[in-house]
Structures are given as C-alpha cells and as structure tokens.
C-alpha cells in the first residue's frame, strides 16, 4: 500500500491548487480518505474527508474553499483549493482508512497508511 501527494506549490492569497494522491495496492474508491495538513510549529489537522459511500465532509476552515474528489479510473485522490490564504500555508497529507465509512470525529490514529506530504505555501 503506497499513497503518494503531489501538486504542492507557492501561490499568491486568492490563488488555486491541486493537490493529487495517487494510491497504489489498494482500490481508493472503496474506503476513506482524508486530506491532512500541518503548519511549522502546529499539530496536525484534518482537512476533508471523502468515504467508499461517497460521503463528504470538510473542516469548517476549508468550507466553501476547497473540494475533495476521486478519480476512480485513476485511484487518485484529489483537493481543490480554491481563495487559497496565508493561514492555509502547511505541509499536506493524505491517509487511508480501510473502513467504508469515515470516522464521525477524523483522529489521526484511526488512519492506517499515510502519505510522505506535499508543501503548500500562500504569500499575502
């Protein structure tokens, strides 16, 4: 089992990103993935989420600003970040939990395999 981010980047406050995490020995579209993400100096966070059931949820910091998707035919997972902000700036995670379902409340060590991250920096 491997995920592997990429698409990190420096851009400009109100600027976009794709973040992509290819997945290999495992069928994504079948389980729970997350975006995490991380600051210098700061715990670990979650950022979205996306089941095997197709359910969604998002961190009320991200709402309205970044989607979570899949691409099936490619076991990719994927962030859209849109009016990206200075305070979105982090190294970005994605994980896999081998449930259907996602978590209700997305602790890190309910996460099986986890991502190496990729670095998202927004300059004001």
């Known amino acids: 089992v491997q995920l592997v981010e990429s698409g990190g980047g420096s851009v400009q406050a109100g600027g976009s990103l794709r973040l992509s995490c290819a997945a290999s020995g495992f069928t994504a579209s079948r389980y729970c993935m997350s975006w995490f993400r991380q600051a210098p100096g700061e715990e670990r966070e979650w950022v979205a989420q996306l089941g095997g059931d197709r359910n969604t949820k998002n961190a009320d910091s991200v709402k309205g600003r970044f989607t979570i998707s899949k691409d099936n035919a490619k076991n990719t997972l994927y962030l859209q970040m849109n009016s990206l902000k200075p305070e979105d700036t982090a190294m970005y995670y994605c994980?896999?939990?081998?449930?259907?379902?996602?978590?209700?409340?997305?602790?890190?060590?309910?996460?099986?395999?986890w991502g190496q991250g990729t670095q998202v920096t927004v300059s004001s």
């Open positions: 994980a896999a939990r081998f449930s259907i379902g996602c978590p209700t409340i997305p602790y890190m060590a309910l996460f099986d395999n």
